[in-house]
């Protein structure tokens, strides 16, 4: 069983920067390709983010190209989103997921339903 915890998240003014973690345990993580979504009250869950196994490919939402980068560092066991210009529609509760599979492309259009594991969640806030 993977395990995944999210942290980073806070309180922050349009304009300003996050950086949110995902350390994962339990499995080999560099196995595993890995996304980021978020929720915001009374809303879906969206994708944000994602890469594959090797952090050597990977895909935004269109909302979010330019200002967010995904990356990850499998010797930490650790995948990062590196939120900048950050604006209040930005505001939502931030997952990461995973999927096992050196060959899957962890693409958009899959949505949440194609990954099997989920932390628990950090909210990310941002004030006008």
């Known amino acids: 069983q993977l395990q995944l915890v999210e942290s980073g998240g806070g309180l922050v003014q349009t304009g300003d920067s996050l950086r949110l973690s995902c350390a994962a345990s339990?499995?080999?993580?560099?196995?595993?390709?890995t996304a980021w979504f978020r929720q915001a009250p009374g809303k879906e869950r969206e994708f944000v983010a994602s890469?594959?196994?090797?952090?050597?490919?990977?895909y935004y939402t269109d909302s979010v190209k330019g200002r967010f980068t995904v990356s990850r560092d499998n010797a930490k066991n650790t995948m990062y989103l590196q939120m900048n210009s950050l604006k209040p529609e930005d505001t939502a509760l931030y997952y990461c997921?995973?999927?096992?599979?050196?060959?899957?492309?962890?693409?958009?259009?899959?949505?949440?339903?194609?990954?099997?594991?989920w932390g628990q969640g950090t909210q990310v806030t941002v004030s006008s």
């Open positions: 997921a995973a999927k096992y599979g050196f060959d899957w492309l962890p693409e958009p259009h899959q949505g949440p339903n194609a990954y099997p594991y």
């Open positions: 890469t594959i196994y090797s952090g050597g490919v990977t």
């Open positions: 339990g499995r080999t993580f560099r196995a595993y390709a």
